[in-house]
Nanobody
Framework: VQLQASGGGLVQAGGSLRLSCAAS????????MGWFRQAPGKERRFVAS????????DYDDFVKGRFTISRDVTENTVYLQMNSLKPEDTAVYYC???????????????WGQGTLVTVSS
């Protein structure tokens, strides 16, 4: 199984980025695909998740209304559209897969390598 995250970069506050997570190696039917982020010196934190089969989404409160998670099952890719970015969104963003508790980092069985998002003020 491979999860390949990409799309990070440097953006000014108020700007937008779209992250991608290309998934391969198995069927992800029945899985939640999640995005977490880890800021310097802090723990990895849940951002958003989506069910592969039905596209049901969940978000943490600090990104609701600004970030949108989606997936393209034909391309085996999960996206995170990030709008109205703030300096506090600066972090390494990771995608992962889980069959169970999408909110808990420990429940994920595979992770991508992370992509750095830096938001300047």
């Amino acid at each position: 199984v491979q999860l390949q995250a990409s799309g990070g970069g440097l953006v000014q506050a108020g700007g937008s980025l779209r992250l991608s997570c290309a998934a391969s190696g198995r069927s992800f039917s029945g899985y939640h695909m999640g995005w977490f982020r880890q800021a310097p010196g802090k723990e990895r934190r849940f951002v958003a998740s989506i069910t592969w089969s039905r596209g049901v989404t969940d978000y943490d409160d600090f990104v609701k209304g600004r970030f949108t998670i989606s997936r393209d099952v034909t391309e085996n890719t999960v996206y995170l559209q990030m709008n109205s970015l703030k300096p506090e969104d600066t972090a390494v963003y990771y995608c992962g897969s889980t069959r169970t508790d999408f909110f808990r980092e420990a429940s994920y069985d595979y992770w991508g390598q992370g992509t750095l998002v830096t938001v300047s003020s």
